[in-house]
């Protein structure tokens, strides 16, 4: 079984500030893990995964993430926001060399503020 | 080469009638999904595809129901629709670990 915890639904930062967005998982065996960017009235479009290579994982517009074992963490982060990555974030997991359906956790909004 | 396409854009339903939402991909992707999205609840799975011929259940299959015409198309039908089912319903392709999501179908049950 496995599951995923955003912490937040939503976070406010001001432009320029670091982003922080959560995400914990649950799983029984090696997981991937995925963040998700949904701009409004938009799809679901991947910003970037973790596949048991580098923890430390880089993605599009300067949003990163670190697999964390030992804390079942993958948080996403970005040193500086900016007025466009007002959006909503999804973390999501799934089993390695599974069949493949991942688990979504219920999203964080995140607000840039000027 | 459009990804995935999903029609209609927008569609209201009154309580018991039927619709059939349609999605498509042209990145040759053997696995289609299925899954609404409703507020603060993030992405649940309705019905999957694995590969053509093969359709199977998700999280939360109730009202609904699949086909997978061909590898292309992967559609969704709602034969009484209920309120319950108001949501932002999206198609989803696969290729390897990584999902193609299409724009969406905003769906209201009155």
């Known amino acids: 079984a496995q599951s995923v915890t955003q912490l937040g639904s939503h976070v406010s930062v001001s432009e320029g500030a670091l982003v922080l967005l959560r995400c914990n998982y649950s799983?029984?065996?090696?997981?991937?893990l995925f963040w998700y960017v949904q701009y409004p009235n938009q799809g679901l479009q991947l910003l970037l995964k973790?596949?048991?290579?580098?923890?430390l994982v880089k993605g599009i517009n300067g949003f990163e993430a670190e697999f964390k074992k030992s804390e079942t963490s993958f948080h996403l982060t970005k040193p500086s926001a900016h007025m466009s990555d007002a959006a909503e974030y999804f973390c999501a997991v799934s089993e390695a060399g599974g069949s493949y359906i991942p688990t979504f956790g219920r999203g964080t909004s995140l607000i840039v503020h000027p | 080469n459009a990804g995935v396409t999903q029609t209609p854009k927008f569609q209201v339903l009154k309580t018991g009638q039927s619709m059939t939402l349609q999605c498509a991909q042209d990145?040759?992707?053997?696995?289609m999904y299925w899954y609404r999205q409703d507020p603060g609840m993030g992405l649940r799975l309705i019905y999957y595809s694995a590969s053509e011929g093969t359709t199977d259940k998700g999280e939360v299959p109730n009202g609904y129901n699949v086909s997978r015409l061909n590898k292309r198309e992967f559609s969704l039908r709602l034969e009484s629709a209920a309120p319950s089912q108001t949501s932002v319903y999206f198609c989803a392709s696969r290729n390897f670990d990584e999902q193609y999501f299409g724009p969406g179908t905003r769906l209201t049950v009155t």
């Open positions: 799983s029984s065996v090696p997981p991937y």
């Open positions: 973790y596949t048991s290579a580098a923890t």
């Open positions: 990145m040759n992707h053997n696995s």
